[in-house]
């Protein structure tokens, strides 16, 4: 079986069987170097494809790594969880333990309503201030006017596994209307290593609706992006938004046709965070 042919093909955080982020997942990764990964990867062209390593020994532990179109990633929600549902499929629910570039992540995938949910724990997350330069840069590349933002929800640097540059804009006009200069958000991205921008808008204390340009993974936006809703409640939690512990609804893809659901379950203390969601083989 050729390489190309052992890629299958996901949409992860789908509703009800449509929308969703598509990944590719190769759950039998073994023997393939990064350079043939970036290809399979470049070939498949979503936003993300994931690459499953038995880790030997123990039947749940993996090793995973994550490209993108362009580049490796340290962590990936979507595919996480859209690998974590293709192997239960084969092989049953359970838990899983993975090693990615970006530490342990645990994942548990269970029987729900008849399909396959998935939950990834994320790695600690950390919140930290945005560089003012950095903020004006971003915002400039968006089209956005800084009396845009939320007060209740001010820019910060989230990471629960990668850097994701959190922004709230105060009203659902102003997320749905997403027309930013790719090179400029691009370069600004890359030069600080943020994987995405967290575009967000409080609907309710639980319930947000988000959009995730992804500039350098060669891809306009993200529909859904488990690795930043990880961060976003990391981001919470660390500024005192929500009483842990808490489930949050992450609504995202609607502006693009392609919506998607995050549960977020944000726990007391300092510990990863969880993001939970189904995902459904594509066709074709």
Do not use: K
């Not at 949409?11 to 023997?31: C, K, S």
């Not at 596994?161 to 709230?168: M, S, T």
């Amino acid at each position: 079986m050729s390489d190309n042919a052992r890629a299958l093909r996901y949409t992860a955080f789908d509703v009800d069987g449509e929308g969703g982020n598509p990944a590719g997942v190769v759950l039998d990764a073994g023997g393939l170097d990064a350079s043939r990964m970036q290809e399979i990867a470049a070939g498949i062209g979503f936003s993300e494809t994931a690459f499953l390593v038995d880790g030997g020994g123990a039947p749940d532990r993996f090793a995973i790594r994550y490209f993108s179109p362009l580049a490796e990633v340290a962590f990936c929600g979507h595919a996480t969880i859209a690998t974590a549902v293709a192997l239960a499929e084969r092989r049953g629910t359970g838990r899983l333990r993975l090693s990615t570039p970006a530490g342990e992540v645990g994942v548990e995938t269970r029987e729900a309503d008849g399909r396959v949910l998935a939950t990834l724990t994320s790695v600690p997350p950390a919140v930290r201030a945005v560089e003012e330069a950095d903020l004006a840069a971003a915002l400039a590349a968006l089209r956005w006017e800084a009396g845009e933002l939320d007060p209740g929800l001010p820019p910060r640097i989230a990471n629960a596994g990668n850097d994701h540059l959190v922004l709230a804009a105060s009203t659902r006009a102003r997320l749905a209307d997403l027309d930013y200069d790719w090179d400029a958000l691009g370069e600004l991205m890359a030069r600080r290593a943020w994987t995405t921008v967290h575009l967000v808008w409080r609907e309710s204390g639980t319930v947000f609706h988000a959009r995730d340009p992804f500039p350098p993974g060669g891809v306009v936006e993200d529909p859904a992006t488990g690795a930043a809703a990880a961060a976003f409640g990391g981001y919470l939690r660390s500024l005192g938004l929500v009483d842990p512990p808490a489930r949050i609804t992450v609504r995202q893809g609607e502006d693009m046709g392609r919506p998607s659901r995050l549960l977020v379950d944000v726990p007391a203390g300092d510990a990863g965070i969880g993001v939970s969601g189904t995902a459904a083989p594509m066709g074709g």
